[in-house]
T-cell receptor, first 113, second 115 residues
Framework: AQSVSQHNHHVILSEAASLELGCNYSYGGTVNLFWYVQYPGQHLQLLLKYFSGDPLVKGIKGFEAEFIKSKFSFNLRKPSVQWSDTAEYFCAVSGTGRRALTFGSGTRLQVQP | DGGITQSPKYLFRKEGQNVTLSCEQNLNHDAMYWYRQDPGQGLRLIYYSQIVNDFQKGDIAEGYSVSREKKESFPLTVTSAQKNPTAFYLC??????????????FGQGTRLTVV
């Protein structure tokens, strides 16, 4: 069975600080990887996705993630966070053996002005 | 506007009652999903459907039921057998199964409270 681990449950940063959120997955086959974000009071929306090719993926709002197959990781990064990045971030994985997204437990990011 | 509509936004239910959550999409997507979101647990898959008249149990299907009679609709019934139904419920859809290089789109959610 596939699983996703997000080790940072709650992260507090000041504006302009750099961000890295960890995501590790467990799955034996070919995977598709996603980061979703849930801003307060808003619906879940896609930040970025990896299907194949360049392991460094760029998404919306200056976010990027790197797929490291040997480490089963897909960490999310942003060089300089803004107060508007305050939200909950979810890593998710899907694959040929699992016809739906499996989500991690989420990381709540709080950016202080 | 294309999207996924969940209704109602807030729902209150008395213990022992069944309740049905609505999910409608006008994206012409084949696949639809129901997730439950609880604080600190992320999103857990309840049921999913690849095509009309077909659906499969997810990780936490006990106490829930679904139907897929129309492509655009995937209602979820929370039955009295669900031990802890108070949660935030999210519906999603994708062009085809997410394992096929597609992403899922989500509705605004329904917050169910058992009183």
């Amino acid at each position: 069975a596939q699983s996703v681990s997000q080790h940072n449950h709650h992260v507090i940063l000041s504006e302009a600080a750099s961000l890295e959120l960890g995501c590790n997955y467990s799955y034996g086959g070919t995977v598709n990887l996603f980061w979703y974000v849930q801003y307060p009071g808003q619906h879940l929306q896609l930040l970025l996705k990896y299907f194949s090719g360049d392991p460094l993926v760029k998404g919306i709002k200056g976010f990027e993630a790197e797929f490291i197959k040997s480490k089963f990781s897909f960490n999310l990064r942003k060089p300089s966070v803004q107060w508007s990045d305050t939200a909950e971030y979810f890593c998710a994985v899907s694959g040929t053996g699992r016809r739906a997204l499996t989500f991690g437990s989420g990381t709540r990011l709080q950016v202080q002005p | 506007d294309g999207g996924i509509t969940q209704s109602p936004k807030y729902l209150f239910r008395k213990e022992g009652q069944n309740v049905t959550l609505s999910c409608e999409q006008n994206l012409n997507h084949d696949a639809m999903y129901w997730y439950r979101q609880d604080p600190g647990q992320g999103l857990r898959l309840i049921y999913y459907s690849q095509i009309v008249n077909d659906f499969q149990k997810g990780d936490i299907a006990e106490g829930y039921s679904v139907s897929r009679e129309k492509k655009e609709s995937f209602p979820l019934t929370v039955t009295s057998a669900q031990k802890n139904p108070t949660a935030f419920y999210l519906c999603a859809s994708s062009i085809e199964f997410v394992g096929s290089y597609t992403e899922a789109f989500f509705g605004q959610g329904t917050r169910l409270t058992v009183v």
